[in-house]
């Protein structure tokens, strides 16, 4: 069972998760499952709440994440980071504190939406999408990136 963190309110974000104990930097948090596979292309056929819970795998498929893995709210400047299905902390995280990753690191596309994470760099309005990000981001997030970004990144950074 997953003892580290703890799923409660988030203020005007909703639902957050949390740890209950620190993490250094790099270490393992915790693993999110995923429940059903979609295709990109039948998600209008879920419910509302699924929606809002997808995670991109590739660019014909997404996963709808089960909890508590899928309360993980996004910040411009995370303290998380994901490997796969694997959270890991990507700076120091202290107790109490949220734990957030940052929506880009899988996303493709210019799906806009409203960011409420407060960090110093966000606008307010995130763009889900990887290359949205800065050059420097992008070199720092690819390893961790799925491998149709990795790709993608390739492809236009060799033109
Ligand atoms: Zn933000």
């Known amino acids: 069972m ?6 409660r309110d988030a203020g005007g ?10 993490f250094r930097k790099g270490g393992f948090i915790f693993r999110r499952r ?8 039948s998600v209008d056929s879920l419910t509302r709440e699924d929606r ?14 089960l909890a508590p893995g899928c309360y993980l709210n996004h910040s411009c400047e995370p303290n998380a980071m994901r490997s796969g299905v694997k959270v890991l902390a990507w ?8 734990i957030t990753i940052d929506y880009r690191l ?18 307010g309005q ?12 992008q070199r720092d997030y690819l390893p961790f990136a799925p491998r149709f ?10 033109s």
Request: aromatic residues 8%.
């Open 34 to 41: 995923y429940g059903r596979i979609v295709a990109n292309t």
């Open 91 to 98: 700076k120091r995280v202290r107790a109490g504190e949220e």
């Open 13 to 22: 974000k909703g639902l957050g998760v949390f740890a209950l104990r620190q």
């Open 106 to 123: 899988n996303a493709f596309g210019s799906r806009r939406s409203r960011c409420l994470c407060g960090s110093a760099s966000c606008t």
């Open 52 to 65: 809002r819970h997808l995670c991109e795998l590739d660019y014909a498929r997404s996963a709808v994440l």
């Open 149 to 158: 970004i990795r790709l993608e990144y390739r492809r236009r950074t060799a």
């Open 2 to 7: 997953i003892k580290d963190i703890v799923v």
């Open 126 to 137: 995130i763009t889900g999408d990887f290359f949205s990000l800065s050059p420097r981001q």
